[in-house]
Nanobody, 126 residues
Framework: QVHLAESGGGSVQAGGSLTLSCAAS????????MGWFRRAQGKEREAVAS????????DYADSVKGRFTISYDNTNNTVYLQMNSLQPDDTAMYYC???????????????????WGQGTQVTVSS
């Protein structure tokens, strides 16, 4: 079983930046595909970014391309989400997810993930 722990959320003004972290523990060999999702109040969950940690190869939702960067540090099994140019529409609970993918082609923002963290809140004020 993979355990995920997010951190780094907070409040920021529009145009600001935040970096989220997600540390994986347990059977981390099962977590070579990691992703970030978000759910705004009253809205459905939205995929933000994913990364195939073996290479690594990222994938982004159109809404965050050019503003968010996902990265992975294999020395501590941690995935990061650097968020720049934040806007009020980015306000949401952000969740980290993990799963095992057979190749990078199967590690995209549209796949299903089996392990989830508890989430960290990001609030962007105008």
């Amino acid at each position: 079983q993979v355990h995920l722990a997010e951190s780094g959320g907070g409040s920021v003004q529009a145009g600001g930046s935040l970096t989220l972290s997600c540390a994986a523990s347990g059977y981390t060999y099962r977590a070579n595909c990691m992703g970030w999702f978000r759910r705004a109040q009253g809205k459905e969950r939205e995929a933000v970014a994913s990364i195939y940690t073996n290479l690594p190869i990222p994938d982004y939702a159109d809404s965050v391309k050019g503003r968010f960067t996902i990265s992975y540090d294999n020395t501590n099994n941690t995935v990061y989400l650097q968020m720049n140019s934040l806007q009020p529409d980015d306000t949401a609970m952000y969740y980290c997810a993990a799963d095992r993918a057979v190749s990078s082609a199967y590690c995209t923002t549209t796949r299903e993930f089996s392990a989830w963290g508890q989430g960290t809140q990001v609030t962007v004020s105008s």
